[in-house]
């Protein structure tokens, strides 16, 4: 383990200075710890300072030891204040550069980081990397994401046969600079249901796998392509990821954990997705769609993105460090979802690796400051209480006419919190150590001058801040979007760190196909649907995803792309695939939250006994086959078959979910209800065909795994199934069968049923089963 | 009938205990069941493989035994002693000494802060004569064996932040826990269970609920998340198997499962697939260990009287801290307990009288039977709640009945083992018991102390997220060295 870390490591170190490198060397060992010929500031130098000396000698001032700042060469060339002769960095000259004495000293007085500091020391490598840099000059340059993108040249490739769009191009160029070949095309099968669960969540059916089986004609991918991204599912798929982000549940989150109605929102997100709306126009509406001049209420019902955080219910709080609380939620999610970046470091202090000033964080926390809203609006109580101050009712006539996607399914009173700003501008401090009643200096609407300064010329208001968001030179806003798109479907972003473009962040492993992407995403217009597409025609997206022995030695991580993506499904999808593989799964879009089977007592044991939500009622008939993105999330306890799989507890936004493989996902897989339902009811689906045993495992194997078994794979299971009508008795079998209420059809064969349940059950529990292949 | 019921476990218990003898069945048989790498993450041989270089130095605690009253019990009925409190009962709280302090909005509106005492008394105990009230004879006939700390403050004082502060570091959520912190740090000692197990109970009094973000796993990874048993028929969740279903069948499934899996390593060369049988494998060997750890019944008599008769109860905090220990002695790095039912802003002296009834004889059990098996000194086991309570009542003040609100500037806690300097009482607050006088103890503090008993430098156990490194004490903290022995 240690050592596979360690050599993913020098690997991305490796290709990282291959990225400015230019050698062209061909079938270099990963672990080389080569020089490249060309020191890259942004590339080679900054990860080292940035993390081991900016701590002390950074941007933030008042931590700054010795009045030295090496983030910017100004201060880094300047004589030392302590020491006038002395200077940090003299470019060229080695001998009379402090800096390199100081790391590479012994003398515990002297050295650099301080012992004191817990920072480590810089390695052999680093040492030589700094000492090349300093010869060639010490240049520094701005930092790669807060340089705008600009379209690259698309690079040459030697193998022309092998691209089929622009994306291939940059992939490709990269793989050959290492001596990569790319995988070949996956095969159709595993292809389909590659595509169906990053563009439907969904496995194909039968019929769909039949078609494009059969279909020959050149562009039959093409077609599946869009025959899959014109279904509803499609919104639905894009819009899961959304949720993480904007930390949507169907609970307050603090304490009481009283229920909310925030679910019309969700449906407005998946309705965005399939109607694809710019995501110029679907940022703007969630972030100022309330102040847009003769808004829509679809654009209000939008804004409540900025809703989704959690509020208080907690009688004896104080109420303006809640208030305060919302509003840094805000800030924060701000930065990390539609920018890439971590502003909350600034919070509290000047950032310290970003150049991001406290005042900067609350000129942004401005924007956020004026909602017309209370920390403490209401404890907790009836369906008054589901949506806070400001909100907006949704009629049933709303319904009928413009918020046709809204599912209220009654007639009952339905609230949404949303945004709105009181009449009265909010003054805002700058909040000493981040605390709610220690003000500062007072600030005004702006934004961090190192990322765009805020025009004067934009209205000093959300609108002006999402018109910010979408300038043409705002560096982060597309490239952010691209990224988290591509790691959805690759399971890798080309910046890893999703959330942190900063300093501190991974650097791009492709920077030209991040920028391509980015600059082609903005001239279209905003096209979510088209970049979606994009990606998924390319043949890098196509790829087998087969890992070659040699290339996961020498890219574990898949860096390279030169396989394609081969990953577990998400916690929601894995519900979606057994329901849907079963016949069991309810289609039904949007609505009210439901709670199927979980686990008794979870809740009961957390709760403090107070507000809708203290037992859990579970919900019976359809609503216990509805998708996993619609089972009701408690924050204080959010759905368990969900957490063991890695889903957010959409306490705070989440850009990225961790992907665990632990033995608690294998007990859930054998033993929750959910599962033995699914295999039971396919089980007596399928007997009920009039074919043999081994047509009925057939089917069920193609409709779980979305491929034809193979005859090795058929042998296994037939012989299986064969032991299990031996070996089952009716007393055991009517013990298994008892699970779920979805009823048994009656004058079923209780030993039989039983039999082929099991064989199901098996096939659910394959790796291949819950794995996008 | 309780006690019919009790005799009658006993003798079972007894006989159970004696044939399980000749069986040899304990933690060293269950030994053999280990599986190396369970729950210790997705690869590597031992503990120290989490981070080189930890432990730090020698530590003194293996493992973390954490009695959370969750609620925030009174330190003014249990271990801080104020007679003058009840010398000027029904007396304005001086204004000179609430000084600045900001009051939650339950009693910041209340037009008088009447000072209430106790209406419990106290005694002193053991040789260093420490003051314990009537509500907790057990906990006080203990005195000789645990520390009690009559001066830990926090910065929160609302249940939810102060909480979340206690179990994290921080107040806001989304921070990994301290089990999460010391999984993270020094893995799991034996392999076939969690490093980080959670164990919930309810009493009474006044709840406020907890929040699976207080075993949250943060930014790290998620087999670091504290892993909630119960003493319900199901310890685990999904553990059990369906019915119908026997250990053979199960063997039987998970044997064509490997063969079909290994079917697609061998075409796909992922290590995951190979990773995901050895899961199964591994939930399967849970299966067989985590029941026999989580079965009470072979608890001899002289334990079971110990702890009290609701420690054959599932579900109670008495059950709960006897599965502690058993926990713990198999190797569970960190226990976490919680018992909610503290929160008594009103009706005090009768609801706290409940919550002390459920938890002072088996508080105190635990720490005598791990003295008795000599696991004291490695086993660190903490007691408290995450704030104290004011000294002047909420609401009205009766002789024999008031209430306290959230009060943040001083309260007790009690530590015992795992190096911590048994029978004595560390710190002083003013006879208001309103201040701290002497010795002063942050929640950082706190923290940092507890990682030092397990060898580790809390400036040091650190995990880069979003830019950051981010530590259990933040970027605070100092290890209570007066404490330690």
Known sequence: MRLKVFIAVLFVAGVLIGVNACHSSSEKSVASEDIPD?????????????????????????????????????????????????????????????????????????????????????????????????????????????????????????????????????????????????????????????????????PPDIATMDKFLADKRPDAYERMVDELMARPQYGEKMALHWLDIARFADSHGYQDDNYRTQWPWRDWVIHAYNENLPYKDFITWQLAGDLIPNHTEEQLLATGFNRNHKITEEGGVIDEEYRVSYVTDRTNTFGKALLGISLECAHCHDHKFDPFSQKEYYQ??????????????????????????????????????????????????????????????????????????THGDEVFPGTPKAILPFNPNYPKNRLGLAEWLFDDKNPLTARAYVNQIWEEFFGRGIVKTLGDFGMQGDLPSNPELLDWLAVDFKTHGWNIKRLVKEIVMSATYRQSAVVAPDKYKND?????????????????????????????????????????????????????GRGQLASYRQVHGPNLYRRGMYTLIKRTSPPVEMAIFDASNR??????????????????????????????????????????????????????????????????????????????????????????????????????LAAMMKVIDTIYNLEEAITKT | MEKEFLEHRLGINRRKFLSSLSLGIGSVALGSLLIPDLFSGL??????????????????????????????????????????????????????????????GM????????????????????????????????????????????????????????????????????????????????????????????????????????????????????????????????????LNDPDGLDRQERRKMLDKLAELNDISAKEFHDPEITTKVQQYEMAYRMQTAVPDIMDVSKEPDDIVKLYGPDCLVPGTYAANCLLARKLSENGVRFVQLYHQGWDQHTN?????????????????????????????????????????????????????????????????????????????????????????????VHVHDFHATILNQLGIDHTKLTFKSLGRRYRLTDVAGNVVRDIIS
């Open chain 1, 38 to 202: 060309t020191i890259s500031y942004n590339f080679n130098i900054r990860p080292i300072l940035s993390d081991k000396c900016f701590k002390c000698h950074g941007p933030d001032a008042n931590k700054r030891q010795a009045n030295l700042r090496l983030d910017i060469p100004e201060s880094a060339y300047a004589a030392l204040k302590d020491d006038p002769k002395t200077h940090a960095l003299v470019p060229g000259d080695l001998g009379a550069s402090e800096l390199y004495r100081r790391v590479t000293s012994t003398d515990s007085e002297e050295m650099m980081p301080t012992p004191k500091s817990g920072l480590k020391r810089l390695t052999p490598y680093e040492v030589a990397l700094v000492k090349k840099w300093i010869r060639q000059g010490a240049k520094y340059e701005k930092h790669w994401a807060f340089v705008p993108p600009k379209s690259p040249a698309i690079p040459a490739v030697e193998d022309k046969a092998w691209p089929k769009n622009t994306i291939d191009y940059f992939v490709l160029h990269k793989q050959e600079q290492k001596g990569f070949t790319p995988n070949p095309e996956a095969d159709k099968e595993r292809l389909l249901k590659r595509l169906s669960f990053d563009l439907n969540g969904l």
């Open chain 1, 364 to 437: 942004v926390f401005s924007f956020f400051n004026s909602v017309k809203e209370a920390g403490l609006q209401s404890t907790v109580g009836g369906p008054e209480t589901y949506a806070k101050r400001p909100m907006m009712q949704i009629s049933n006539a709303d319904v009928k006419n413009i918020l046709k996607f809204v599912n209220k399914q009654d007639t009952g009173r339905l609230i949404v919190s949303v945004m709105g700003d009181s009449e009265v501008y909010r003054k805002t401090y700058i909040l000493k150590r981040g605390n709610y009643d």
């Open chain 1, 556 to 608: 574990p991580d898949n860096v390279l792309l030169a396989r394609g993506p081969r990953k577990r499904l998400p916690a929601e999808f894995i519900r979606d695939m057994v329901l849907a593989s079963s016949g069991l799964l309810n289609k039904t879009i949007g609505g009210p939250s439901v709670n199927p089977y979980q686990p008794p007592g979870l809740w009961e044991s957390t709760t403090s």
């Open chain 1, 651 to 752: 306490d705070q936004c989440e850009v990225m979910r961790l992907r665990t493989n632990t033995p608690l996902q294998a007990l859930e897989m054998m033993n929750d209800p959910t599962m033995l339902e699914s295999a039971r009811v396919l089980s007596a689906k399928l007997l009920q065909e009039k074919n043999q045993p081994k047509d009925k495992i057939y089917e069920a194997f193609r409709r779980i795994i979305c491929r034809k078994p193979s005859g090795q794979e058929m042998t296994i299971l037939n012989s299986y199934y064969a032991d299990q009508l031996k070996s089952m008795n009716e007393k055991n079998a009517e013990k298994l069968l008892n699970v779920g209420e979805y009823p048994i059809p009656a004058g079923m064969d209780k030993i039989t």
């Open chain 2, 43 to 104: 690869g590597g041989d031992n503990a120290a493989d989490f981070i080189p270089g930890l432990p730090n130095f020698a530590p003194k605690a293996k493992r973390i035994i954490y009695l959370f009253q969750d609620g925030a019990p009174s330190q003014l009925e249990s271990f801080d002693y104020k007679p003058k409190l009840r010398e000027m009962m029904g007396q304005e709280l001086p204004a000179s000494v609430r000084g600045n302090q900001i009051l939650t």
């Open chain 2, 107 to 238: 009693t910041a509106n209340q037009k008088s802060y009447p000072l209430a005492g106790s209406f419990y008394d106290f005694k002193q105990y053991g040789k260093n004569g420490a003051w314990v009230s009537d509500l907790f004879p057990h906990i006080g006939s203990i005195a000789d064996d645990i520390c009690i700390i009559k001066t830990i403050y926090t910065e929160a004082i609302n249940h939810d932040p102060a909480l979340t502060f206690f179990q994290t570091g921080a107040q806001q959520g989304n921070r990994p826990s301290m089990g999460s912190w010391v999984s993270y740090g020094l893995g799991s000692e034996n392999k076939n269970l969690p490093a980080f197990t959670v164990l919930l109970s309810k009493g009474k009094g006044n709840g406020q609920g907890v929040y699976s973000k207080l075993w949250s796993n943060g930014f790290l990874d998620s087999i670091h998340q504290g892993v909630l048993f119960s003493s319900s028929e199901n310890p685990v969740l999904y």
């Open chain 2, 348 to 440: 005090l002296p009768k609801e706290m009288a409940g919550q002390a009834m459920d938890v002072d004889q088996a508080s105190a059990a635990l720490v005598t039977d791990l003295k008795q098996r000599g696991l004291l000194d490695e086993t660190l086991v903490i007691w408290g709640g995450e704030f104290g309570r004011t000294n002047y009542s909420q609401g009205k003040l009766l002789k024999d009945n008031y209430g306290r609100d959230h009060h943040p500037r001083c309260f007790s806690i009690w530590m015992a083992g795992g190096g911590i300097t048994p029978g004595i009482v560390y710190g002083e607050t003013d006879d208001f018991g309103y201040n701290i006088v002497r010795n002063p």
